[in-house]
């Protein structure tokens, strides 16, 4: 009861716009064409379900496999930077960079040398994702709390039982926080690949769709990557909760 | 009996001062106190002599005897009582099984096995104080150093937590070495206390703590008037 009251004004919210949208659609003051109405997005929607659905398993394949490789690499990187302050000092001015130059501009380079299939896509989203995993995973590791580290210290523990026993677990937290990001940057990261050139995928089938004018299309596939945005985020807030059952609620 | 001893050692942290020519002999089973104002360098005198950090001059004989509790921050939030007793054994690589077991004693002997699965959250603040002082009990060294170890707790639980901590020297014959800032609580713990100097930190002087109540009192009076400096 007490969840439904948290979520009740942004549901409320959600409703009354999607309602003024309904009317306004049907008032006649706007052709269909331009901004369908809800539910002729909704028919839409159920309506190519199946076209839809192949579409969404191979932006979903991407997002996932390049999300994964992300939190390896990411989660890899902000601990070798934690504990070698040489390669902090090497990687850090790279990274900073690597996050300057746009992706959308890489995007094209990415087909040219690697093709239309899943893998320039997943490096995209790497790359999207990459930069928040491993900046939070070393401020994680860099708070650990000194009072800990100090009692570490008197147990006489080595570099790698600080680390493994203390240190990582501090970190959790704040990876968690960089992993949300990540997650909501991943199936952009996808749909930017997508829509520069693949064979398939949500990001293609909407600029086809957007080229044929079937805004309707263009809506239903939205409401898509929107659902599976939110999806995504759910179930890394499960597994953050799984994962840290020691933290307060 | 001696298990540890400081001679003519300093400490400085960037050309300044905190510690200056302090020689002190802690002896088994005996619980010694060091009490001073603060930025008299107390705390940094029982991490120097837990060896998380070095002295800048003279040396420590006996490190690796003592078993540190900090000031705050003790339990790690992640692990359960159970599992954060175990972090000495994990540590110095003890067979978990001897680990366990020494574990479960401990618990039952103190009464405390029924909060085992629980997160550090989940007690209240005295009871995670007990577990980090059984946790410390586990390193099996013999003298235990503690930084203000009840400075966080409300005066009721602070008073049995003096009792406990007695009972737990008692019970498991290892000597303290604990700083604070209470005077009270530095006499009724103390076998001796140590009255450091405001910076740089040197020893002020030397008190045993007789046992008469009465005498008692004059002691803290005494204290008092060193600490605020009145004659």
């Known amino acids: 009861m007490k969840k439904l009251r948290e979520f009740a004004p942004a549901a409320l919210l959600i409703i009354s716009l999607l309602i003024i949208w309904q009317v306004y659609a049907r008032s006649g003051l706007i052709a269909n064409s331009t901004l369908p109405a809800p539910v002729d997005i909704w028919k839409t929607l159920i309506n190519s379900r199946s076209v839809i659905w192949g579409h969404t398993l191979q932006t979903m394949a991407e997002t996932v496999i390049g999300l994964l490789i992300a939190i390896c690499l990411g989660a890899a990187c902000g601990v070798i930077i934690f504990l070698s302050s040489r390669l902090r000092k090497a990687l850090y001015p790279l990274l900073v960079v690597s996050q300057t130059v746009p992706l959308i501009a890489l995007a094209p380079l990415l087909l040219i040398w690697f093709g239309f299939d899943l893998l320039p896509k997943v490096i995209i989203v790497v790359l999207y994702c990459f930069y928040p995993i491993c900046i939070a995973v070393e401020t994680g590791l860099e708070s650990t709390d000194n009072q800990l580290i100090d009692l570490m210290k008197s147990l006489k523990a080595s570099r790698w039982q600080t680390l493994r026993y203390v240190q990582l677990p501090s970190a959790l937290p704040t990876f968690f926080s960089g992993l949300k990001i990540s997650t909501t940057y991943a199936i952009t990261g996808a749909i930017v690949g997508e829509y520069v050139g693949a064979y398939k995928g949500l990001g293609i089938y909407m600029e086809t769709a957007a080229h044929s004018d079937a805004i309707d299309v263009v809506f239903a596939a939205i409401l898509v990557i929107v659902s599976l945005s939110l999806l995504m985020l759910c179930a890394v807030i499960l597994i953050e909760k799984w994962s840290m059952p020691w933290r307060q609620t | ?231």
């Open chain 2, 1 to 231: 009996m001696a298990i540890l001893e400081v001679r003519d050692m300093a400490k400085t942290y960037h050309r300044v001062e905190a510690l200056s020519s302090i020689n002190l002999t802690f002896n088994k089973q005996e619980v010694t106190v060091i009490i001073g104002p603060n930025g008299s360098g107390k705390s940094t005198l029982l991490k120097l002599l837990a060896g998380i950090e070095q002295p800048s001059s003279g040396k420590v004989i006996g490190l690796g005897q003592t078993a540190y509790l900090p000031q705050q921050l003790s339990l790690l939030p992640w692990r359960t009582v159970r599992q954060n007793l175990q972090l000495p054994g994990d540590i110095s690589g003890l067979a978990p099984a001897k680990s366990q077991t020494k574990i479960t004693k401990l618990l039952k002997d103190f009464d405390l096995l029924e909060f085992e699965s629980l997160y550090p959250h989940q007690l209240s603040g005295g009871m995670q104080q007990k577990l980090s002082l059984l946790r410390t009990v586990l390193t099996n060294r013999p003298m235990m150093l503690l930084d203000e170890p009840f400075a966080a707790l409300d005066a009721i639980t602070r008073l049995e937590m003096q009792r406990w901590l007695l009972e737990l020297k008692r019970r498991t014959g290892c000597g303290i070495i604990c700083v604070t800032h209470d005077i009270r609580e530095a006499v009724f713990l103390a076998d001796t206390i140590y009255v450091l100097s405001p910076r740089p930190g040197t020893i002020k002087q030397k008190f045993k703590v007789p046992s008469k109540p009465a005498d008692q009192a004059k002691l803290e009076t005494q204290l008092y008037n060193l600490l605020v400096n009145k004659p």
